[in-house]
């Protein structure tokens, strides 16, 4: 599904991924570990496609095509979803319009017939279920005044709405409490499936007991210098990743 | 039948055969402005003594104005001496089909989802019988004809109703008020009339699009509204559908007067030509717009949307003379490329109990200049008066301009005027976050914008609302990304 090879990217000149390889197939779930400022989010933004971020060399394929000539909008029409850190508050369109929007782009572009106002509500009553969104929310103003964990929670809902093959959740669990994470880490395995995949960017092991990832990988300065299984996530968790630091101080 | 009924008869049965109103070819006064020329278009017109004396007196005083130059807009000198101000409405080149007008134009109306047959009204293409304008004109002023409402060209009205044009006319912007409304009150054309009796609440919207005889109202218009004690009235100015007009220069005056109880609702949508990519063409739309709430407990409430023209200078304005009496100004203006818009409000306080709302949302793009002008005046009786103004500016791209020049002037202690005033730009982050979902930009920049305008577009009808968020959307493609 998804296969980069040394990728390097820099932004204002500042080299921040330093050749990344990483494949994804269908079904599975990565976790993408690491300190501050390793590099995890340009990693998530580099592959949706924000123009700040220059790719000096190496490749994308997703489903099967080199990324790099599509634009943000195409990688997310084939399939591809960030769930943002920081969700985008948008005055005056609610969700559920921004939704429709995007819903019917979406189809288009996989060349099916637009929702028309009765069947989009049905589809949203259904997948507000997977994520215990209440509706009042989605008619108010996407994002705006909304609470850490309904932000969070509306990023997973808008996942379920546009059914993804990838979806990289960036950093989802940061500031939510155990409930709201609950709620989420249900939503995103209530999506699963064995068409997609799922890449969880995350700074903690916390999510990953309900999450469960196949892989576990850690970025450190621009590199993933460790992969393994989920005891890989437990043992960042306990030793912290100066171990890491240490063990990759030239790198 | 005399010769002059003959020939009246020939055209109008005529015109009708190609569902037309009545038209008639007749002379251009020359170009240039003098009293001579005043009186020509006053007897072309058949007009009564008393409104010739208005022209004239209005002429006099206009010649002892100067034009204005404290707006923030920048245009060339205008020659009021190359200007024709009068020449009788010219028949529009009948087409066969669609096929024949600019496909521009078509590609535009499309997009903005106006009807086959609407478009055709509108490029003069021969309308079918059914749907023919005039019948439908005809059917809905029979239904306001019983409920005593007047609604009709202003010629008409000086014509049928002079004692009410001669008690109103002038009487809210007088002919004294500015260099535009002094020329407008000199040469003015035609436009629209009308009258609600008391207690009357009309059922429908009043729109210039069903008067008979509203094509080419000319570039000097003239609209009057008066709306009796306790009577409602709303009314729809312009359509979303772009202008062409081979006159520069529009300077219109509007006048609505509002009684006790009355409540008179204002609705504008501009959309003449801006001019090109550049900068060149373009329409100069300056305009004086002014309501009275003359008894206590009027309302008047103007919303408009504003994304045509090259220079735009217009206020509607309530002058709250009743107690309590509320007046309203929404308003969303567009300029992209080289637009200049300068255009707000005055709310002028004078009853006690008064409020007043102002939401003004400016959208700039391109090299556009969008600038906010409003005053909010308190007299010094006017006890507990209100004010709640709220002016936005919204940015696209680095090249555009949002000014803000809000004035305020209390003579009362007592009153409560706010004024909150915010600047943003479409950030790349909400761009981005769109285009994540799979939304383009262009459709990203509609969607922020509708809702950023949102509040203003609220205010308007129902189909009206629909057309201008196409319209806003229209207005700003191409202007990111």
Request: glycine share 8%.
């Given at each position: 599904?998804?296969?980069?090879?040394?990728?390097?990217?820099?932004?204002?000149?500042?080299?921040?991924?330093?050749?990344?390889?990483?494949?994804?197939?269908?079904?599975?779930?990565?976790?993408?570990?690491g300190?501050?400022?390793?590099?995890?989010?340009?990693?998530?933004?580099?592959?949706?496609?924000?123009?700040?971020?220059?790719?000096?060399?190496?490749?994308v394929?997703?489903?099967?095509?080199?990324?790099?000539?599509?634009?943000?909008e195409?990688?997310a029409?084939?399939?591809?979803?960030?769930?943002?850190?920081?969700p985008?508050?948008?005055p005056g369109?609610?969700?559920?319009?921004?939704?429709?929007a995007?819903?019917?782009?979406?189809?288009?572009?996989r060349?099916?017939?637009?929702?028309?106002?009765?069947?989009?509500?049905?589809?949203?009553?259904?997948?507000m279920?997977i994520v215990?969104?209440?509706?009042?929310?989605?008619?108010?103003?996407?994002n705006?005044?909304?609470?850490g964990?309904?932000?969070?929670?509306?990023?997973?809902?808008?996942?379920?709405m546009?059914?993804?093959?990838?979806?990289?959740?960036?950093?989802?669990?940061?500031?939510l409490d155990?409930?709201?994470?609950?709620?989420v880490a249900?939503?995103?395995?209530?999506?699963?499936?064995?068409?997609?995949a799922?890449?969880?960017i995350t700074?903690?092991q916390?999510?990953?007991?309900?999450?469960?990832?196949?892989?576990?990988?850690?970025?450190?300065?621009?590199?993933?210098?460790?992969?393994?299984?989920?005891?890989?996530?437990?043992?960042?968790?306990?030793r912290?990743?100066d171990?890491?630091?240490?063990?990759?101080?030239?790198? | 039948?005399?010769?002059?009924?003959?020939?009246?008869?020939?055209?109008?049965?005529?015109?009708y055969?190609?569902?037309?109103?009545?038209?008639?070819?007749?002379?251009?006064?020359?170009?240039?402005?003098?009293?001579d020329?005043?009186?020509?278009?006053?007897a072309?017109?058949?007009?009564?003594?008393w409104?010739?004396?208005?022209r004239?007196?209005?002429?006099?005083?206009?010649?002892?104005?100067e034009?204005?130059?404290?707006a923030?807009?920048?245009?060339?000198?205008?020659n009021?001496?190359?200007?024709?101000?009068?020449?009788?409405?010219?028949?529009?080149?009948?087409?066969?089909?669609?096929?024949e007008v600019?496909?521009?134009?078509?590609?535009?109306f499309?997009?903005l989802?106006?009807?086959?047959?609407e478009q055709?009204r509108?490029?003069?293409?021969?309308?079918?019988?059914?749907i023919?304008?005039?019948s439908?004109?005809?059917?809905?002023?029979?239904?306001?004809?019983?409920l005593?409402?007047?609604?009709?060209?202003f010629?008409?009205?000086?014509?049928?109703?002079?004692?009410?044009?001669?008690?109103?006319?002038?009487?809210?912007v007088p002919?004294?008020?500015?260099?535009y409304?002094?020329?407008?009150?000199?040469?003015?054309s035609d436009?629209?009339f009308?009258?609600?009796?008391?207690?009357?609440?009309?059922?429908m919207?009043?729109?210039?699009?069903?008067?008979?005889?509203?094509?080419?109202?000319?570039?000097?218009?003239?609209?009057?509204?008066?709306?009796?004690?306790?009577?409602?009235?709303s009314y729809?100015?312009?359509?979303?559908?772009?202008?062409?007009?081979?006159?520069?220069?529009?300077?219109a005056?509007?006048?609505i007067?509002?009684?006790?109880?009355?409540?008179?609702?204002?609705s504008?949508?501009?959309?003449?030509?801006?001019?090109?990519?550049?900068?060149?063409?373009?329409?100069?739309?300056?305009?004086?717009?002014?309501?009275?709430?003359?008894?206590?407990?009027?309302k008047?409430?103007?919303?408009?949307?504003?994304?045509?023209?090259?220079?735009?200078?217009?206020?509607?304005?309530?002058?709250?003379?009743?107690?309590?009496?509320?007046?309203?100004?929404?308003s969303?203006?567009?300029?992209?490329?080289?637009q200049?818009?300068?255009?707000?409000?005055k709310?002028?306080?004078?009853?006690?109990?008064t409020k007043?709302?102002?939401v003004?949302?400016?959208i700039?793009?391109?090299h556009?200049q969008?600038s906010?002008?409003?005053?909010?005046?308190?007299?010094?009786?006017?006890?507990?008066?209100?004010?709640?103004?709220q002016?936005?500016?919204l940015?696209?791209?680095?090249?555009?301009?949002?000014?803000?020049?809000p004035?305020?002037?209390?003579?009362?202690s007592?009153?409560q005027?706010e004024?909150?005033?915010t600047?943003?730009?479409?950030?790349?982050?909400?761009?981005?976050?769109?285009?994540?979902?799979?939304?383009?930009?262009?459709?990203?920049?509609?969607?922020?914008?509708?809702?950023?305008?949102?509040e203003v577009?609220?205010?308007?009808?129902?189909?009206?609302?629909v057309?201008?968020?196409k319209?806003?959307?229209?207005?700003?493609?191409g202007s990111v990304g």
């Amino acid at each position: 599904m998804l296969k980069v090879k040394n990728l390097k990217a820099s932004i204002e000149g500042k080299e921040i991924l330093k050749g990344i390889n990483l494949e994804v197939k269908p079904g599975e779930v990565h976790a993408i570990m690491g300190p501050n400022g390793s590099g995890k989010s340009t990693l998530s933004a580099v592959l949706a496609g924000r123009e700040e971020y220059t790719v000096d060399s190496g490749s994308v394929e997703f489903l099967g095509k080199n990324i790099f000539g599509s634009s943000p909008e195409e990688r997310a029409r084939e399939g591809l979803f960030l769930a943002f850190q920081y969700p985008i508050e948008i005055p005056g369109v609610s969700t559920t319009n921004f939704l429709r929007a995007a819903v019917n782009q979406v189809r288009a572009h996989r060349g099916l017939p637009k929702l028309d106002a009765v069947q989009f509500l049905k589809t949203m009553k259904e997948k507000m279920q997977i994520v215990d969104i209440d509706q009042a929310l989605l008619k108010r103003s996407l994002n705006e005044g909304f609470s850490g964990g309904e932000k969070k929670r509306n990023e997973i809902f808008q996942m379920a709405m546009l059914e993804p093959k990838l979806s990289i959740l960036d950093e989802t669990d940061s500031g939510l409490d155990i409930d709201a994470l609950k709620i989420v880490a249900n939503g995103v395995n209530t999506l699963k499936s064995a068409d997609n995949a799922t890449i969880v960017i995350t700074h903690y092991q916390r999510l990953l007991d309900f999450i469960i990832p196949d892989f576990v990988h850690v970025l450190y300065n621009g590199k993933i210098v460790k992969t393994g299984t989920k005891e890989l996530a437990y043992e960042l968790e306990e030793r912290g990743y100066d171990w890491i630091k240490a063990e990759h101080a030239n790198a | 039948m005399s010769k002059d009924a003959e020939i009246l008869e020939e055209f109008t049965s005529k015109e009708y055969e190609h569902g037309w109103s009545v038209d008639f070819e007749a002379d251009e006064a020359p170009k240039g402005l003098n009293e001579d020329i005043v009186r020509f278009i006053s007897a072309k017109k058949n007009e009564p003594e008393w409104l010739l004396e208005f022209r004239l007196k209005a002429f006099r005083h206009w010649l002892t104005l100067e034009e204005p130059d404290w707006a923030a807009v920048n245009y060339p000198k205008i020659n009021f001496q190359d200007i024709i101000y009068y020449s009788a409405p010219k028949k529009q080149k009948k087409l066969d089909s669609l096929d024949e007008v600019d496909p521009e134009l078509i590609e535009t109306f499309k997009k903005l989802g106006i009807s086959i047959e609407e478009q055709k009204r509108m490029t003069g293409v021969a309308v079918d019988a059914v749907i023919d304008s005039v019948s439908v004109a005809t059917t809905f002023k029979e239904t306001l004809g019983e409920l005593g409402i007047i609604f009709c060209s202003f010629s008409e009205a000086v014509k049928d109703h002079p004692e009410l044009v001669k008690k109103y006319l002038g009487s809210v912007v007088p002919y004294t008020d500015n260099y535009y409304a002094a020329l407008n009150s000199a040469v003015f054309s035609d436009g629209s009339f009308g009258y609600i009796p008391k207690g009357v609440h009309c059922p429908m919207e009043l729109s210039t699009y069903f008067r008979i005889n509203a094509a080419n109202t000319g570039q000097f218009e003239r609209t009057l509204i008066v709306a009796e004690p306790g009577s409602y009235v709303s009314y729809l100015e312009g359509c979303t559908a772009p202008q062409r007009d081979e006159n520069q220069l529009h300077a219109a005056i509007v006048e609505i007067i509002v009684e006790t109880d009355a409540e008179v609702k204002y609705s504008t949508v501009q959309n003449w030509y801006p001019g090109d990519k550049n900068g060149k063409g373009g329409i100069y739309n300056f305009v004086t717009k002014r309501g009275i709430c003359n008894g206590d407990h009027a309302k008047l409430s103007w919303t408009q949307v504003e994304t045509g023209s090259a220079v735009t200078w217009k206020y509607p304005s309530c002058i709250l003379k009743g107690d309590y009496s509320v007046g309203e100004f929404y308003s969303v203006a567009v300029t992209n490329n080289y637009q200049q818009a300068d255009t707000g409000t005055k709310m002028i306080h004078i009853g006690k109990g008064t409020k007043s709302r102002i939401v003004s949302k400016g959208i700039s793009a391109g090299h556009s200049q969008n600038s906010y002008r409003g005053l909010v005046q308190v007299h010094k009786r006017a006890e507990n008066v209100r004010n709640f103004s709220q002016c936005d500016s919204l940015l696209l791209g680095d090249k555009c301009g949002a000014h803000t020049f809000p004035y305020i002037e209390v003579d009362n202690s007592s009153a409560q005027v706010e004024h909150e005033a915010t600047t943003s730009k479409i950030g790349e982050d909400q761009i981005f976050y769109c285009n994540q979902r799979g939304i383009d930009t262009e459709e990203a920049v509609a969607l922020i914008v509708n809702g950023y305008a949102k509040e203003v577009l609220n205010k308007l009808p129902m189909e009206f609302a629909v057309e201008a968020q196409k319209l806003l959307a229209l207005t700003l493609e191409g202007s990111v990304g």
